[in-house]
């Protein structure tokens, strides 16, 4: 997969014989003469016209995006959300319905539920992981079942195989957001799932530097949404796919990093008498365990966690009190991450609703980046003892 990073989308030999793909900073692209738009047109030759229509180094991207997914077309969007949005926008009409796991980004959940819902579309929400319930809700109109996988914040871990073979047996598409996993530790193409979308702002590019998204799948099911977007306008400035080729040259390295520091961090967490639960798949306490052993090649930087007898204040104490960790939302970057969940994303939401999405005070949420893990084990110790 290293390789695949690296190399894969590029020319061996690119414009002005740089190593490193340029940056076109263009918004338009000329032609030498009325015949070449002809020729253009109605041969479909493989160049840019319009900015908003696509860009070199987006192709160059995508390219790559498609290959370490295992799939055979990408399209890259501005951010994880603007993928999501694009997605459903191009497949989805008045009348149809989608099916949700309920564990998932609230801000997914909030654009299906409220805005989805103006144009006809009706979303159904079954508990996570409950494939039956999922079965149970499919109608004549149903058009996608979607999931994360781990979800957000929780870390469940989704059955690839008969979530994909649910799909197929019902003739309903499927859509993994893969984002915590990536393509380095989760494969939902192979196992059968037709769309694949990550916010590649986060482990893709990996500096806490840029916003992206992208969704994968096949060169048919891909062509709805790239025509799409290049209606709607939702795609990345050239400076920001740069920054996501370069970040991609060291996924791997990186993502095996987040791995052994996540699991490191999870395992003393699990063990620290202040903490009440651990949600990481990698721990044998974890629901999922077994499915993420089997279908998980690691489980990632990011650890979700419960302080013991402690209120929402005691609980940001603890934040408060590391050094390492940047307070922050977001996850994925080489610089660790650490945010109380009930304060940064679901402050303005009533406490029955908190509950309702299983948010409670007492959350943690950190996002394991790539420091010498005893550095972050020692930190995360004092701040528990100290608060304590």
Known sequence: MSTVAVHAGEQRQKPGDSITDPIFCASTYTFRDTQA?????????????????????????????????GAEDAVLFASGMAAL????????SSGDEVIFFDECYHRSREFCAKHMSRFGVKTIQVPACDYD????????????????????????????????????????????????????NLRPISAGVDYVLHSATKYLGGH???????????????????NLRGIMGGINGPQNVYLLLRGLKTFQLRMARHNENGLKVAQFLESHPRVEKVYYPGLESHRDHEVAKRSMTGFGGLITFLIKDADWRATADVIDSVTIPRIAPSLGGVESLIEQPMVISYYSYA????????????????????EDSDDLIADLSQALDTTA
């Open 37 to 69: 738009i002809i020729d253009y047109i109605e041969q479909e030759q493989p160049r840019e016209e319009y900015g908003r229509y696509g860009n070199p180094g987006e192709r160059v991207a995508e390219r790559k995006l498609a290959a370490l997914e």
């Open 85 to 92: 949005v694009g997605l459903l926008m191009a497949k989805l």
């Open 133 to 184: 319930a999922m079965e149970a809700a499919i109608t004549p109109n149903t058009r996608l079942l979607i999931s994360e996988s781990p979800t957000n914040p929780h870390m469940s871990v989704v059955d690839l195989e008969r979530f994909a073979d649910l799909g197929k047996r019902t003739g309903v598409e499927t859509l993994i957001d893969a984002t915590l996993a990536t393509p380095y």
């Open 208 to 226: 806490n530097d840029l916003l992206a998204g992208v969704v994968a799948g096949s060169t048919e099911s891909m062509e709805s949404v790239r």
């Open 351 to 370: 406490p029955e609703d908190r509950q309702k999405f299983g948010i409670p005070d007492n959350m943690i949420r950190m996002s394991c980046g790539i």
